[in-house]
């Protein structure tokens, strides 16, 4: 009786001192599904898979990620909900594709913010942490990111604001879209992924878009001019749905934390980055397209059309309960700390 006793006792201490990983194999398996409304060869997924293959790799196996590509959960305007109502354990949200509802984070669509993917991805997501249980109280929020700055790009030479009057041109979210109608476009509210058809018919005179997207979503042939100055980011978040969350153990729970990080805000969208860089390199190349570079005068022309933006994000920004003074100090320190800015 004596040794059964000893045993279970020199068995209880051997596994306090267990590696991480194989307390975590003793973890119930959990397939947790993540829905995104992007196709599974788009560049964001190949850091999507480096990332879920680290949290597989940290939890022992015991945490296995399925990825749902192409809206199949559902549509990509409905992404938070998809996560926060369980259909999706974890979603990749566009916080823009519900214009109103996320006016603190929209701080990241102001136009002329950010200069770079990772670095304005890591100031995003160091700075809205502080915010997120404000606006996103629902969910289990992970991270913040962004994609390459983009900007216009049309069937017709703009180079100046006055360019855009009597255009149509479909913004990536609803601050740029109230940024190009204030200089008198006519904005065309549809998803990435509607892009080209828009474009093709002639329904739009142009979109916002990084590089990279004009390549996914197969609409260079038909947008061959590129206003070229880096106009806008578009923020976009993974959040975990509760229901999810609750089924994971602390320990699983804790390696979620570890890649729910600035560091993965970084990391999770360089190949994105560098998709773009190599995506504009092929249409430089290319004489059908045609880049116009604003001189300084009409560069501050652009700059100027964006302070009533700015001012109308610190009233949303104010009336959603927060410090909008202390929050845009916040955000400059973010971006000046990760060297993220224009």
Same mark, same amino acid.
């Given at each position: 009786m004596?040794?059964?006793?000893?045993?279970?006792?020199?068995?209880a201490?051997? *596994?306090?001192?267990l !590696?991480?990983?194989? #307390? *975590?194999?003793?973890?119930?398996p959990?397939?947790? %599904?993540l829905?995104?409304?992007?196709?599974?060869?788009h560049p964001?997924?190949?850091?999507?898979?480096? &990332?879920?293959?680290?949290? +597989?790799?940290?939890?022992?196996?015991?945490?296995?990620?399925?990825?749902? /590509?192409s809206?199949? @959960?559902?549509?990509?305007?409905?992404?938070?909900?998809?996560?926060r109502?369980?259909?999706?354990?974890?979603s990749f949200?566009? !916080?823009?594709?519900?214009?109103?509802?996320? !006016?603190?984070?929209?701080? =990241?669509? @102001? /136009?002329? %913010?950010?200069?770079?993917?990772?670095?304005?991805?890591?100031a995003?997501?160091?700075?809205y942490?502080?915010?997120?249980?404000?606006?996103?109280?629902?969910?289990?929020?992970?991270?913040?990111?962004?994609?390459?700055p =983009?900007t216009?790009?049309?069937?017709?030479?703009?180079?100046?604001?006055?360019?855009l009057?009597? *255009?149509?041109?479909?913004p990536? +979210?609803?601050?740029?879209?109230?940024?190009?109608?204030? $200089?008198?476009?006519t904005?065309?509210?549809?998803?990435?992924?509607?892009?080209?058809?828009?474009?093709?018919?002639?329904t739009?005179?142009?979109?916002?878009?990084?590089?990279?997207?004009?390549?996914? &979503?197969?609409?260079?042939?038909?947008?061959?001019?590129?206003?070229?100055? /880096?106009?806008?980011?578009?923020?976009?978040?993974?959040?975990?749905?509760p229901? #999810?969350?609750?089924r994971?153990?602390?320990?699983?729970?804790?390696?979620?934390?570890?890649?729910?990080?600035?560091? &993965?805000?970084? %990391?999770?969208?360089e190949? &994105?980055?560098?998709?773009?860089?190599?995506?504009?390199?092929? *249409?430089?190349?290319?004489?059908?397209?045609v880049?116009? #570079? /604003?001189?300084?005068?009409?560069?501050?022309?652009w700059?100027?059309?964006?302070?009533?933006m700015?001012?109308r994000?610190?009233e949303?920004?104010?009336?959603?309960?927060i410090?909008?003074?202390?929050?845009?100090?916040?955000?400059?320190?973010?971006?000046?700390?990760?060297?993220?800015? $224009?």
């Amino acid at each position: 009786m004596m040794r059964k006793a000893f045993l279970a006792a020199t068995s209880a201490a051997m *596994l306090g001192t267990l !590696p991480m990983g194989a #307390a *975590l194999a003793q973890d119930n398996p959990v397939d947790l %599904r993540l829905g995104v409304w992007v196709g599974a060869t788009h560049p964001l997924m190949e850091g999507a898979a480096e &990332w879920i293959a680290s949290i +597989n790799e940290a939890s022992g196996g015991s945490i296995t990620i399925t990825v749902y /590509p192409s809206q199949q @959960l559902g549509a990509a305007a409905d992404h938070y909900d998809l996560a926060r109502d369980g259909i999706a354990d974890i979603s990749f949200v566009n !916080p823009g594709y519900n214009a109103g509802r996320f !006016p603190i984070i929209s701080y =990241g669509e @102001l /136009p002329f %913010r950010f200069n770079e993917a990772a670095a304005g991805s890591r100031a995003l997501d160091q700075w809205y942490r502080d915010y997120a249980e404000t606006e996103m109280s629902d969910v289990q929020f992970c991270m913040a990111f962004m994609h390459s700055p =983009g900007t216009i790009h049309t069937t017709r030479p703009v180079t100046t604001p006055a360019d855009l009057s009597g *255009l149509s041109v479909r913004p990536a +979210n609803g601050t740029l879209g109230q940024y190009l109608s204030g $200089l008198g476009a006519t904005t065309i509210q549809a998803s990435a992924a509607e892009m080209r058809d828009l474009l093709s018919r002639g329904t739009a005179d142009g979109t916002a878009s990084p590089y990279s997207s004009l390549a996914t &979503w197969g609409i260079a042939d038909v947008a061959t001019h590129h206003l070229d100055m /880096p106009m806008y980011t578009a923020n976009f978040v993974f959040v975990i749905s509760p229901v #999810a969350w609750s089924r994971l153990s602390e320990a699983q729970q804790a390696v979620m934390n570890d890649h729910c990080s600035t560091e &993965w805000a970084g %990391r999770i969208v360089e190949v &994105w980055a560098e998709e773009d860089t190599v995506e504009r390199a092929v *249409l430089e190349e290319d004489a059908a397209h045609v880049f116009t #570079a /604003p001189n300084d005068a009409q560069r501050e022309e652009w700059l100027a059309a964006a302070e009533p933006m700015i001012a109308r994000w610190r009233e949303l920004a104010t009336a959603a309960g927060i410090d909008a003074e202390a929050a845009e100090a916040g955000i400059q320190a973010a971006i000046a700390e990760h060297d993220a800015g $224009l």
